[in-house]
């Protein structure tokens, strides 16, 4: 094509052809014929190359085809589907579909009968495969239903007795995911957008429709495997595995796993599939339909010829899937997994490299170090998880020994041996091994300490506490935090711990103690405090928390342990007790940790003698009333437990007397504040000044009142019982019991009405569940005998009356509190004029001095100062209607104030002609003490 190539490289012109001049003759004149250059552009080639589509009578066609005289005429019929195919060989135009459609249906149902249909047919749906043609944009909009409609039909012939048509349909259909050009662009048609076949093929429904069409083609492995490769292209998209499940495509496909293919392309394709319903189809409905029995079984033969006979890295791959599949239907449906014996056989992979096993199964298995093995391995310890959330899987645990083949990791990270994983996967299996345990072991304790569990895991967190060469690699999900140290194991063991101490079983926690635990778990706490305190971090603080709920759990009920605990472990406790408060919301865990410090405090301290004298003597007591003054709502009903608890032993009362908040405010004053902020938070009615206003339920609240009574049996408790833990209340009426409720330091005349109402909560709180009764009993239509409603009512007078008496207490406070404010008023305005009296006096004193000195001058000047002294302390304007009561003015001899900058006081009698007077003293010290003075017989004046 050398002259096409330089056709093209010409320069795109305006038009096709341009006018030049003339060529010049010899002579330099101009010839008489012009230059005529003929210039061929890019479009212009392309549309010379473009194919002039001419409309074909479709309509004609279609009536040929329906015509019952011509049925018989199939040569024809042929002839004509072969034209039409040839026709619309670049592609079929969107108006056409519909007669198309019409044409190719009918020539379907007569393959049957004549063979001669195939391969024309197989022709014209080819051309699906093929983008539609359309004349204008909107024409996607306008023929969408009817490319939909047709593409269901498409699907349909899939019932189509012929092997050919079929394998034609789902490679058409496969190419709406790689779609083959056409031949040559059409003369005023562009082909449609890539995928809009794909969105009318979900709307459709055409994914459906062809996993209806499984069951036709179960007897041709050619055509399923085609089926296959089209469904597992159609379910990328998450419509499509709607429709597929609707159509139960996960059950179709798996039952049918372990059909016989020897390309191993039945199962690759059909795992491809079932995972991507998983993924993106409606998971729930998916796994209803893979708990089927019959599936379970193809699952369960399908893995196991995988894992004994697979060779192959694709088989290895396969194997995993197919594992992932089955693990997350033992997630929901466990029962099916465990009656067909898959369960069983999961766990003896799971268990016989490490326990030894003579089942023929694993007889000669062995797990090579590829990644494909070692994914498996942590897949399978995965599932033994799954597993135990089933108590009916407990037993297959026990009798596969799974507990001692997951100990088998719990063991220092020595040299590996040759047959060892590399030193990175060894960690990684261990620490999931570990964390196994952590859902296993509580379900086998019996296996836990015939295995010696609790030796295991004290000796490995020795190791985990030593200084050795071993560094943690920390490259995986469980490795967190632990690349170069062992937080990871010492993190994970804990987790196992802490999960056996929770039972609760005896056995477990006396072994823990007996082999020095208590001791053991203190060191690594001051350890692990340690390392915080250089570097925190999350890893480092569940630690920490983890120790501290281990100590909780062993010594709770024990008073020998609580003495092993001890004055080191209250020291540690004190030191986290005195942590940064701002640290609670760094999002680390300190507010986790803050907690179980707490709860250890309530633990392994209280109902220690020796160990709360020590909390007491070391000031704790005052560092928990500082936790309780930051007023944090989660915190307090936990804080005010332990003081509760704590007030039994007589030596803590004056500690709590004695502490001082950051704004000097009493303990008995925050306890009143956070009675106050709870009834505020409830909803308690209360009017300003904090009195009672409904007499009838003085404690209840909004929230309390809300809630209807509804009959309960005699075992559950009612509404009113469990409002006495869901508050802090009763707990302040606990402490203050122990305080007592009258002269206490730092309350208010207001604060002592809200302490009348707590002296009187548990009164309060009787009447209120007698309320409760009354209400039960009329909600169930019951009506009392007579004795008991006459005391049924003595009991409700009862409870209203002392509610009344406390709010008449109360408005007797409040009304002695406005007049003892009133006399502190009137007592300060007196003591003004008093002062302002006494002023007065005072410069009458002054005049007469001055009247009897020489040196005139000098104290004329200090006069003044003293009378603007006493003008800048003379209040500004005098309250109306205040009775200042008589108060008798002191003799001048006595010692007055007399305003900041002159005091006058009293002259000694050494200095008023007494036998040792001292005259001259006497005349020095006047003009600086001032005072009243006596007669002299001689003066000397100083210069």
């Not at 000044?689 to 409904?694: F, H, L």
Request: net charge neutral.
């Amino acid at each position: 094509m050398p002259a096409a190539q330089e056709v093209a490289r010409a320069p795109v012109r305006a038009n096709s052809m341009t006018l030049n001049e003339a060529p010049k003759s010899e002579n330099g004149k101009h010839n008489g014929r012009p230059l005529v250059r003929l210039l061929v552009t890019d479009t212009d080639l392309v549309q010379k190359e473009a194919v002039q589509f001419k409309p074909m009578d479709l309509d004609r066609v279609v009536k040929l085809f329906e015509d019952p005289f011509s049925k018989d005429l199939i040569e024809r019929h042929v002839k004509v589907l072969k034209k039409v195919a040839k026709h619309y060989c670049n592609g079929i135009l969107l108006r056409d579909l519909p007669q198309i459609m019409k044409i190719l249906n009918i020539s379907a149902a007569n393959i049957e009968d004549h063979k001669d249909f195939i391969d024309p047919v197989c022709e014209v749906v080819k051309l699906f495969g093929l983008p539609f043609l359309k004349e204008k944009m909107s024409d996607e909009v306008t023929y969408a239903e009817t490319v939909a409609k047709s593409l269901s039909q498409l699907g349909c012939l899939m019932r189509v007795p012929s092997s050919q048509v079929r394998i034609q349909i789902c490679s058409s259909v496969a190419n709406f995911y790689n779609p083959q050009s056409t031949r040559l662009p059409m003369d005023g048609f562009q082909p449609t957008n890539v995928t809009y076949k794909l969105q009318m093929a979900e709307v459709g429904g055409l994914a459906e429709t062809l996993v209806l069409s499984l069951a036709v083609v179960e007897n041709n492995l050619q055509e399923k495997l085609a089926l296959l490769k089209v469904l597992q292209l159609l379910s990328s998209t998450a419509e499509n595995c709607k429709l597929m499940a609707r159509a139960q495509a996960a059950c179709r496909i798996c039952s049918r796993l372990n059909d016989s293919d020897p390309s191993g392309q039945l199962l690759f394709r059909s795992s491809e599939i079932l995972w991507n319903l998983l993924e993106k189809g409606p998971k729930e409905e998916v796994i209803n339909q893979l708990s089927n029995i019959e599936c379970i079984y193809a699952l369960k033969d399908s893995f196991v010829r995988l894992l004994t006979n697979g060779s192959r890295h694709s088989d290895r791959q396969l194997r995993n899937d197919l594992l992932v599949i089955a693990t997350l239907i033992a997630e929901d449906s466990r029962p099916p997994m465990i009656e067909s014996g898959f369960a069983k056989q999961l766990i003896l992979f799971a268990t016989f490299s490490e326990v030894k096993s003579h089942n023929p199964l694993v007889k000669n298995l062995k797990l090579l170090h590829n990644h494909e093995d070692f994914e498996m391995k942590k897949l399978l310890f995965n599932l033994v998880v799954v597993l135990s959330k089933d108590l009916s899987a407990v037993q297959l645990l026990c009798d596969g020994k799974v507990v001692l083949a997951l100990f088998n990791y719990v063991k220092a990270n020595e040299k590996h041996g040759v047959h060892d994983w590399p030193a990175a996967r060894y960690e990684d299996l261990q620490l999931q091994a570990i964390a196994t345990l952590s859902s296993v072991a509580p379900l086998l304790v019996e296996d836990y300490m015939t295995c010696q569990g609790n030796t295991r895991i004290l000796l490995f967190l020795e190791w985990c506490c030593n200084q050795d060469a071993f560094f943690g690699k920390g490259n995986s999900f469980h490795g967190t935090g632990g690349r170069g140290n062992k937080h990871a194991q010492m993190r994970y063991s804990l987790r196992l711990l802490r999960s056996m101490v929770s039972l609760g079983d005896e056995t477990v926690n006396q072994d823990l103690c007996d082999q020095g635990a208590i001791s053991q778990l203190l060191g690594i706490l001051k350890k692990a405090m340690a390392s915080a305190a250089a570097n925190e971090d999350a890893v480092l603080l569940e630690i920490q928390c983890d120790l501290l709920f281990i100590l909780s759990s062993i010594c709770e009920s024990d008073v020998h342990r609580k003495e092993l605990f001890g004055s080191e472990g209250v020291d540690l406790v004190l030191q986290l007790l005195r942590m940064d408060h701002t640290k609670f919301y760094s999002g680390l865990g300190h507010n986790k940790l803050i907690f179980c410090t707490l709860d250890c405090v309530w633990s392994c301290i209280v109902g220690c003698f020796s160990s709360e004298d020590y909390f007491l003597e070391k000031e704790g007591m005052f560092i928990v009333l500082d936790l309780l003054a930051l007023n944090l709502k989660s915190m307090n009903n936990l804080v005010l437990g332990i003081l509760v608890e704590f007030c039994d032993n007589p030596k803590t009362l004056p500690h709590i007397t004695t502490w001082r908040g950051k704004t000097n405010e009493t303990a008995p004053k925050l306890l009143v504040q956070l009675w106050k902020q709870e009834e505020e938070d409830l909803g308690v009615r209360r009017d300003t000044y904090g009195r009672i206003v409904d007499s009838k339920r003085p404690l209840v609240g909004q929230l309390q009142e809300d809630q209807e009574v509804t009959p309960m049996p005699a075992s559950s408790f009612s509404i009113a019982i469990m409002e006495v833990a869901e508050n802090i209340r009763a707990k302040i009426y606990s402490i203050f019991s122990k305080l007592g409720f009258e002269n206490l330091p730092g309350l208010s005349a207001l604060d002592y009405v809200t302490l009348s109402v707590i002296s009187r909560y548990l009164d309060f709180k009787v009447g209120e569940v007698w309320a409760e009764i009354r209400s039960e009993l009329k909600a169930e239509n019951i009506r009392p005998v007579t004795s008991d409603q006459e005391a049924l009512d003595v009991i409700e007078r009862a409870a209203e009356n002392i509610s009344k008496l406390v709010a008449a207490h109360q408005t007797e406070m409040i009304e002695n509190h406005q007049q003892m404010e009133l006399l502190e008023e009137q007592q300060k305005y007196a003591e003004i004029k008093v002062n302002h009296k006494q002023q007065e006096i005072v410069m009458k004193s002054w005049d007469h001095f001055l009247s009897r000195t020489s040196n005139y001058e000098a104290l004329k000047k200090a006069k003044r100062l003293q009378e603007k002294s006493i003008e800048s302390s003379r209040p500004k304007a005098r309250p109306q209607n205040i009775t200042v009561h008589s108060t008798q003015i002191p003799n001048l001899n006595t010692t007055v104030a007399c305003g900041p900058v002159v005091t006058v006081e009293s002259t000694p009698s050494k200095l008023t002609g007494g036998p040792l007077a001292d005259t001259e003293l006497a005349l020095k010290r006047v003009p600086i003490r001032g005072g009243a003075l006596q007669k002299v017989k001689g003066v000397k004046m100083l210069d």
